[in-house]
């Protein structure tokens, strides 16, 4: 068995709806869940076995059913299941990594390439909410915060560089006598206004998109754990509890939840896991100090804090992390410091909903995207940005495996680094290095 957590455990939640297998949270809430799906069974065959029924799966599902494709979606649990249902909603411009680290890494040409591409992928999920008509409280603008001095400067420069270097208008900064426009959180020195992102529910967007994979004809088969996948010449036999299907490509996109299935490409990525709170309807005074703009909004800390308002004006709040397989006794305790280091003006506020999720990082914070033995598609590693580059992952992959794709190239292309130990072993330098630099963030603000 793999390492994983309690698929379904609850952690201090409030349970106000039938749990649908999913685990507690106010996303799953507030969504109008979908009918749940029937296992694989039996002999199969598809022109593609998709594992993994999160964005990056349904996407691909998605794409490959409307370009004619026959396409099965294997998800172990439900679609949504894993950090697509569970995430704090933001949809960033750009990549994980800064543009000057890009550049420095693979150069200006590639460094332009990947900027267009990440505007590209928030492009592509506005695109793919309207088209397939989601409901998923799709808003706009990002305003990323400076938690320290020094935080201030960088961010100013790289402003300045999105401006200039590559014609980025959407983007602006504020200085610090004016933040306080933007959020009456404290603690900040300078905020990056950036109309160009996105933020959304992000349950309703994935089960928008499960939907809407049905509806192009591919199959979605839940409660189906892949336990094998074996490589043939020219396709792949894969195997649950009941079913072979039989496949000419197979997509594996099952990120921080890949465990043991596939080793080849385990030690690119390495799971972690993040935690977000939701407190009870805040008033529409207090909801609008927090969040006049009605942003997504994060700080420039190691460990992120990210927030935004729900519809019905609950501060969905995120922040922490750990790196073991387990999740906190209590994620509201946990979570809730961080949140009053911002805003302890919400100190007599009942959090009303605690929720952690996994997701995998990679090394240089830069998704990894390949192919294996030409049969074996992946994207894994999204680390935190996945919302817009894992919707984009997925159909690079249909795209490269219809009819061959530049920009699935370009992304297989970078150098991806392995974690020192290997699939076993990298755990123990994670965990020292993370440390580290959460440290460094309680550090000199
Ligand atoms: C708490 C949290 C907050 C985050 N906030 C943000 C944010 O604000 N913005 C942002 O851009 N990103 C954010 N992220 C990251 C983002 O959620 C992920 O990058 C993205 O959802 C990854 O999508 P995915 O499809 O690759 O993986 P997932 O959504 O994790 O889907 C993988 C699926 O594979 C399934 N699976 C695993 N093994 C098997 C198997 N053997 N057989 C069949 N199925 C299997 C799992 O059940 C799961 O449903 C956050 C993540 C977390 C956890």
């Not at 800390?301 to 922490?320: A, H, M, Q």
Request: neutral net charge; contains cysteine; aromatic residues 8%.
């Amino acid at each position: 068995m793999v390492w994983q957590f309690d698929p379904i455990k609850t952690h201090n939640c409030i349970m106000s709806k039938p749990m649908n297998s999913y685990p507690d949270s106010w996303y799953v809430a507030s969504s109008p869940m979908l009918a749940e799906q029937p296992p694989a069974s039996g002999d199969l065959t598809y022109d593609v076995c998709v594992v993994g029924g999160g964005y990056a799966g349904l996407s691909c599902a998605l794409h490959l059913a409307k370009s004619g494709k026959s396409v099965a979606v294997l998800e172990a649990e439900r679609v949504g299941w894993g950090a697509s249902g569970r995430n704090g909603g933001h949809v960033g411009t750009g990549q994980r990594a800064d543009q000057h680290s890009l550049e420095k890494w693979y150069g200006n040409a590639t460094a332009k390439e990947l900027w267009r591409l990440g505007l590209e992928a928030v492009d592509l999920v506005s695109n793919l909410v309207e088209e397939n008509g989601i409901d998923c409280e799709l808003g706009r603008t990002n305003i990323h915060f400076a938690a320290k001095k020094s935080h201030a400067e960088e961010l100013r420069d790289e402003v300045d560089h999105l401006r200039a270097a590559y014609n980025y208008d959407q983007i602006s900064g504020v200085e610090s006598p004016s933040l306080e426009e933007l959020t009456s959180g404290v603690g900040f020195h300078y905020g990056v206004v950036d109309h160009g992102a996105r933020h959304l529910h992000p349950l309703k967007y994935c089960l928008g998109l499960a939907k809407a994979v049905m509806t192009a004809g591919a199959s979605v088969f839940e409660k189906s754990r892949v336990k094998d996948i074996d490589i043939k010449r020219d396709h792949a036999v894969v195997s649950t509890d009941n079913a072979i299907i039989k496949a000419q490509k197979v997509v594996l996109v099952c990120n921080g939840y890949l465990g043991k299935l596939f080793p080849p490409i385990a030690s690119s990525i390495m799971p972690i896991n993040n935690f977000i709170v939701a407190t009870e309807p805040l008033d529409e005074a207090t909801a609008n100090r927090i969040n006049p703009l009605n942003a997504s909004l994060s700080d420039s800390l190691f460990v992120i804090n990210y927030w935004k308002l729900s519809e019905d004006r609950r501060l969905i709040f995120g922040g922490g992390e750990t790196y073991s397989d387990k999740f906190p006794e209590s994620i509201t305790d946990f979570v809730r410091p961080k949140l009053l280091a911002i805003y302890p003006e919400l100190s007599n506020v009942r959090l009303d909903y605690g929720w952690g999720g996994t997701l995998a990082i990679t090394r240089n914070r830069m998704p990894d995207l390949g192919v294996h033995k030409g049969v074996v598609y992946y994207a894994q590693g999204f680390s935190g940005h996945g919302v817009p580059t894992a919707t984009m992952a997925g159909k690079l992959i249909a795209t490269a495996i219809d009819a061959g794709c530049d920009d699935f190239d370009l992304m297989s292309g970078l150098k991806t680094l392995k974690f020192p130990g290997g699939p076993l072993l990298r755990r123990p330098s994670l965990v020292a290095g993370m440390l580290f630099y959460s440290l460094r963030d309680r550090l000199g603000r």
